[in-house]
């Protein structure tokens, strides 16, 4: 995988965390229903990014997006909701990377 595709993913997995958590702001946090308009905006970028990654299956591209996805996930964890990642959460994180990294390195027939 080249940088640019990880460049894609990392900023899918912004997109995508940022577009949930609009919409988790309006309904479980009481916020304003504007948050939905740039929820949904985010929610489209997220889309768009996902398909530049350089892999020819979209199904191989999603799966491989989830490790990513997860890490992020952590990440908005502690620095946006200011909860830090117990052991537990980075050892299923680590899993999940080289999961992906198995995914979209493995060697595959030409």
């Known amino acids: 995988?080249?940088?640019?595709?990880?460049?894609?993913?990392?900023?899918?997995?912004?997109?995508?965390?940022?577009?949930c958590f609009a919409f988790w702001a309006w309904l479980r946090l009481g916020k304003s229903m504007y948050w939905v308009l740039p929820g949904l905006v985010a929610l489209a970028l997220f889309a768009l990014l996902l398909t530049r990654v350089d892999v020819v299956f979209a199904g191989r591209t999603f799966a491989a997006y989830g490790g990513v996805y997860i890490v992020a996930s952590l990440i908005w964890l502690w620095i946006v909701e200011g909860a830090q990642p117990d052991r537990w959460d980075l050892i299923g994180a680590m899993i999940c990377l080289i999961g992906a990294a198995i995914i979209l390195l493995g060697p595959r027939p030409a």
Request: charged fraction near 15%; glycine fraction near 16%.
């Open 1 to 19: 995988m080249d940088m640019r595709s990880l460049g894609y993913y990392v900023g899918a997995a912004v997109a995508e965390i940022a577009g």
